[in-house]
């Protein structure tokens, strides 16, 4: 248990952070999964636009510290890849 004024206040910080960046990421997981609907029901123009609208939310996540770089590549990469593959 924090017992000094300093760590005290660090676990208050600590709680509002976790809870922000537990938005974030849930907000970020929303938009991939309506990408992923979007493939799943052949819509190629709505993937598109659901994927347009979900890359600038993964790259606020990397600039926020929630993802790393690299994940929110891979992720882009295999999703772009998933719409351009739709007919």
């Known amino acids: 248990m924090a017992n000094s004024p300093q760590a005290k206040k ?3 910080q600590n709680e509002r952070r976790a ?3 537990k938005a974030r990421r849930s907000r970020i997981r929303t938009f991939l999964r309506n990408v992923e609907e979007a ?3 052949g819509d190629k123009d709505a993937a598109a636009n659901a994927l347009r ?3 600038p939310e993964l790259m606020r996540g990397v600039n926020k510290g929630i993802f790393h770089k690299n994940t929110a590549a891979r ?3 295999r999703l772009s890849a998933r719409v351009k593959a739709l007919g």
Request: charged share 25%; net charge positive.
């Open 75 to 77: 992720k882009m990469s």
């Open 10 to 12: 660090r676990a208050r």
């Open 19 to 21: 809870a922000v960046n």
């Open 39 to 41: 493939i799943e029901s």
């Open 53 to 55: 609208a979900a890359q």
